[in-house]
């Protein structure tokens, strides 16, 4: 059984006085198996982002279904949903949901705290995630007193801490240089080799070279869709850069 099952979505957005809709996805589906790492990319408008929130809970399809490990994500009652949110999904966001009058320890803490967790068991879950982000040595500092590079590990620290799931990234190098950016990429390989699945939505097709599959969303379809395979990141980079060329210029779609 697939850890992710995205059965027929499809989203339609009425305009404020109803006169007008939007159709963001038409007829998506895919899998995702427990393990992977999958990258998902489209052009601004294709419906990536519509996509990205109905997986993480945040909006509801018009139609369709998600299921996570079995359990069918759009039928959770709504006072139950945030902590199915919390429980099951981590996210590593753009520009990294810090609180600056948090240090980065309580940060991290915060959805553990939420669910009522003892400091002793928030510490134990902490340590090996934080030595293995290499942010051992920062975790009393606050977001304002570190560098991006350094908030973006925190974020992904937050992210893994519940021991979710998946983890959902929406564009997690765009508020970062190309060092910082190779880091966490680089780290995001290791989570994956130890098992953690992860879903990426990114515009930049170096980010999504480190992936094992790439999928490509244009008119709220999934239009097309790469695996690595054993190639070399190098060639799977070109494969993705090519992909994204014949989307750009029109091209036909293909399975």
């Known amino acids: 059984m697939a850890l992710l099952d995205v059965r027929n979505l499809k989203k339609v957005y009425t305009t404020r006085f109803g006169k007008h809709q939007v159709q963001a996805l038409s007829n998506v589906s895919f899998t995702i198996e427990e393990g992977e790492f999958v990258a998902i990319m489209g052009e601004s408008g294709s419906g990536k982002t519509t996509l990205l929130n109905i997986l993480a809970a945040l909006d509801q399809p ?99 801490i519940t021991h979710p799931r998946i983890i959902l990234a929406d564009e997690p190098t765009g508020a970062l240089d190309s060092r910082s950016s190779d880091e966490l990429l680089n780290l995001f390989g290791e989570i994956n080799r130890q098992g953690q699945t992860i879903l990426m939505v990114t515009h930049s097709a170096k980010a999504a070279s480190h992936a094992n599959r790439v999928m490509f969303i244009k008119d709220g379809e999934v239009f097309h869709q790469i695996y690595k395979a054993s190639k070399s990141r190098h060639e799977f980079y070109q494969n993705i850069s090519d992909a994204l060329t014949v989307i750009a210029t029109g091209g036909d779609r293909r399975e």
């Open 62 to 160: 018009t139609s369709g279904e998600v299921l996570l490990a079995g359990k069918s994500m759009t039928s959770i009652p709504e006072k139950e949903i945030s902590a199915f949110r919390r429980d099951q999904l981590g996210f590593v966001f753009q520009d990294f949901n810090l609180l600056d009058t948090f240090s980065l320890r309580d940060n991290i803490f915060l959805p553990l705290v939420l669910a009522g967790k003892s400091y002793k068991e928030m510490s134990s879950r902490l340590l090996p995630i934080a030595r293995t982000l290499g942010i051992s040595e920062i975790l009393d500092k606050f977001p304002y007193e570190v560098s991006g590079g350094q908030k973006q590990r925190a974020a992904v620290a937050r992210a893994l």
